[in-house]
Nanobody, 124 residues
């Protein structure tokens, strides 16, 4: 059974940086696309970024140019480097694993496995 575990969240001031990690186990890592989603209180879960095999990632417009997703196929991990953080980036960040043939990668229902989430709080 695939398991995803996020870590690295915390409290940071606006303009600062944070790097969060998703550790994958229990399956064949390179058979999955891995994405980051986030959910703020009272809001729906929203797509942040996706790591697909062989590309540099795809990002939501709200984080493009500030966030970078990276994948390590030896360590079975996916990082999300977050720079120039804003208070509106405050949310619980989740990583999710889905099949490579998915088309609607921005739709949470496309994913089969989810982590428990890590809190990121950006103070003004």
């Amino acid at each position: 059974q695939v398991e995803l575990v996020e870590s690295g969240g915390g409290l940071v001031q606006a303009g600062g940086s944070l790097r969060i990690l998703c550790a994958f186990s229990g399956g064949t890592f390179n058979r999955y696309f891995i994405s980051w989603f986030r959910q703020a209180p009272g809001k729906e879960r929203e797509f942040v970024a996706i790591s697909r095999s062989g590309d540099n990632g795809f990002y939501a417009d709200s984080v493009k140019g500030r966030f970078t997703i990276s994948r390590d196929n030896f360590q079975n991990t996916v990082h999300l480097q977050m720079n120039s953080l804003k208070p509106e980036d405050t949310a619980v960040y989740y990583c999710a694993a889905g099949p490579p043939y998915m088309r609607a990668y921005e739709d949470p229902h496309s994913y089969d496995f989810w982590g428990q989430g890590t809190q990121v709080t950006v103070s003004a």
